[in-house]
T-cell receptor
Framework: NAGVTQTPKFRVLKTGQSMTLLCAQDMNHEYMYWYRQDPGMGLRLIHYSVGEGTTAKGEVPDGYNVSRLKKQNFLLGLESAAPSQTSVYFC??????????????FGDGTRLSIL | GENVEQHPSTLSVQEGDSAVIKCTYSDSASNYFPWYKQELGKGPQLIIDIRSNVGEKKDQRIAVTLNKTAKHFSLHITETQPEDSAVYFCAASRNNFNKFYFGSGTKLNVKP
């Protein structure tokens, strides 16, 4: 009964380094999302995917790339990390049902610091 | 795009009192409004949601009301308990790949 699992849970990077955040879900959900959470700003959508092999930009996509090679996994990449990307990153998933919006299920986040 | 505003940013109540958090949205096409609770170090967890064809929904001590004309919706928690202390987020969504637009969050502190 894992739900949405994010790895790693914590990471510290130096400016200019690259890294990949992994999100895995075991609920067979079609849709997956990456958000960043900053103090006083709620959750902002970075990228999302509506199915295997598809991705699309959200509100704040600059500096990030994503891939969805398998239905259960959604990867978020930082090619050249910047201090402005210090944040808590959340992955979520949901399943379309009858054309009606459904709840998103969240992982417990990755806390990323860029020095 | 959609803009969701949430108030207050912090709320402190005495155990047993009621708490009310309010959100407004800008896109009249939004038709789904979930509320999430986030505890320290955890991801957001859905606590209640409401669709645009309903004006009110209740689940034990939690209720949500929706005013489509005024484009605002509210979370009501009655008989608050210390374990209700957390950050609460509202969100709005329309039928476009289930994308959510979140408010900025309310930190609720329930004092024993």
């Amino acid at each position: 009964n894992a739900g949405v699992t994010q790895t790693p849970k914590f990471r510290v990077l130096k400016t200019g380094q690259s890294m990949t955040l992994l999100c895995a879900q075991d609920m067979n959900h079609e849709y997956m999302y990456w958000y960043r959470q900053d103090p006083g700003m709620g959750l902002r959508l970075i990228h999302y995917s509506v199915g295997e092999g598809t991705t699309a930009k959200g509100e704040v996509p600059d500096g990030y790339n994503v891939s969805r090679l398998k239905k259960q996994n959604f990867l978020l990449g930082l090619e050249s990390a910047a201090p402005s990307q210090t944040s808590v990153y959340f992955c979520a998933s949901s399943r379309p049902r009858g054309g009606r919006n459904q709840p998103q299920h969240f992982g417990d986040g990755t806390r990323l610091s860029i020095l | 795009g959609e803009n969701v505003e949430q108030h207050p940013s912090t709320l402190s109540v005495q155990e047993g009192d009621s708490a009310v958090i309010k959100c407004t949205y800008s896109d009249s096409a939004s038709n789904y409004f979930p509320w999430y609770k986030q505890e320290l170090g955890k991801g957001p967890q859905l606590i209640i949601d409401i669709r645009s064809n309903v004006g009110e929904k209740k689940d034990q001590r939690i209720a949500v009301t929706l005013n489509k004309t005024a484009k605002h919706f509210s979370l009501h928690i009655t008989e608050t308990q210390p374990e209700d202390s957390a950050v609460y987020f509202c969100a709005a969504s329309r039928n476009n790949f289930n994308k959510f637009y979140f408010g900025s969050g309310t930190k609720l502190n329930v004092k024993p």
